[in-house]
């Protein structure tokens, strides 16, 4: 089956978004990776339809990315995953809203922050689990690491479940860089540097293993700078 | 190779090294043994350079050079190897990757020119059969999902990947079922070679009779207290170590 490909680049969307419709049995993909501006991206499925969305936030500046995905038709599914970028003095924010309003749907939203000198990142996650969602499954994930002291980082998980019959789970961790791996890989020879390259690298893998594409990866890879 | 005089360490302002001295020479296996929370894997540690310990006086003398002296990645650069007791996971680096950037700042430090692309493939495989480990788990991330032996084994590739002068293997046997012991013990004897050299920290004298070393030391409160030949291992085993620890005096 066809999946219908968004890609949302700088020059496309200097300060707005879309609202799109996914038709029942329809599939989407919708990558975005700009880096000033606000941005509202509407996603509303019908029956059976399934969305990814992987999204890259950085800026050298501030940008603010506004995902609003609802699961209107039984058995619609769907993902959002990211990375969020906060280096000088940017601020980089992400607000996401996983509306449950049918039955059996699943939703998956991994989210990765991070943030270096004075940059400051705020995640804002919302699922929502309407009265007759029944059966739903939804699952959200918000890691993020502080390079620097002065780096902030604020992470706000929020469930609203209306339904009894749901798997839902949560986690938001913030983090320093892990001393022990940056030891072993110094002790194979690494310098430091790279070292950290290499375990931020890491850190966001999981993220970026979603994209299909791989001239599209490429793409997320040099605006990460952590390209091999 | 490696001379270590009156070397004294400690973390967080207790000492755990008081006074190490010790010597080793190229082509030869040591031994250091002793009860737990003597201080044989700090001084493994120190030797690496791990930044959590504080030398607080000493010297250390690796191939000419001050050791103390350089960064943690100048050491692994130089040919020091250590394996680690318990093998760190790196999440999302994959085995391949890190293997690439290590195996080509050893190769600069050692004057040879960079491998292939296709010449490092074919160098991990075979060096991957040395320890009988899957090279599938090239593709994986390090250590990651790994089984206990198999993150042992996994050092010990690594050490045959970077070709060390002065290996430094910590507890490399625990946790170890025999036949994990034998194979990472065959693979650790078919690198051993007249120029370099091995040190094994171990508890038991189980490894040392599929390595058989030249010297074995016992470590005490932070001091070698006692070396000998390859029989004192067993007599160590047979007679644990009061015997010593009776005759020394503090």
Known sequence: MDVRKIVLREEDCSGCGGDWQVAAGESVELYQLCTRGEHRVSLHLAEGAHAKVVFMATSECEVAYDYSVELCGEGASAELYGVMVAGGDSKVRVRTEMRHLAPNCHSDQQVRGIADERGYGLFEGLVYVAPDAQKTEAYQQSRNVLLAPTARIQTQPQLEIYADDVKCSHGATVGQMNEEQIYYMRQRGLSEEAARKLQLGGFVREILDRIDDEALRAEFEQKLKIGE | ?250
């Open chain 2, 1 to 250: 190779m490696l001379k270590v005089k009156n070397l004294h360490a400690s973390v967080d302002g207790k000492e755990i090294l008081r006074g190490i001295n010790c010597e080793v020479k190229a082509g030869e296996v040591h031994a250091i043994m002793g009860p737990n929370g003597s201080g044989k894997s700090t001084f493994a540690s120190v030797l690496a350079g791990n930044e959590k310990f504080e030398v607080t006086s000493g010297e250390v003398e690796y191939d000419g050079k001050d050791l103390l002296s350089m960064s943690i990645e100048e050491r692994a650069r130089e040919g020091l190897f250590l394996g680690f007791q318990y093998p760190v996971e790196i999440p999302g680096v994959s085995m391949a990757n890190f293997m690439k950037l290590a195996v080509a700042e050893r190769r600069k430090a050692q004057g040879l020119e960079p491998l292939t692309a296709g010449g490092m493939l074919k160098y991990m495989r075979e060096k991957a059969a040395v320890v009988e480990l899957d090279s599938k788990l090239m593709n994986r991330a390090v250590n990651e999902g790994f089984s206990g032996g198999e993150k042992k084994k996994n050092e010990i590739f690594q050490m045959a990947m970077l070709d060390p002068r002065l290996s430094l293997l910590d507890e490399t046997d625990s946790g170890l079922d025999i036949d994990a012991l034998r194979i990472v013990a065959t693979g650790v004897n078919r690198l051993r070679s007249e120029n370099n050299a091995t040190v094994l920290i171990t508890h038991y004298q189980r490894l040392l009779d599929y390595i058989v070393p030249d010297y074995v030391h016992v470590l005490y409160k932070g001091r070698i207290i006692y070396s000998g030949g390859k029989e004192l291992a067993l007599k160590l085993e047979k007679e644990g170590y009061d015997w010593l620890i009776a005759d020394y005096k503090e």
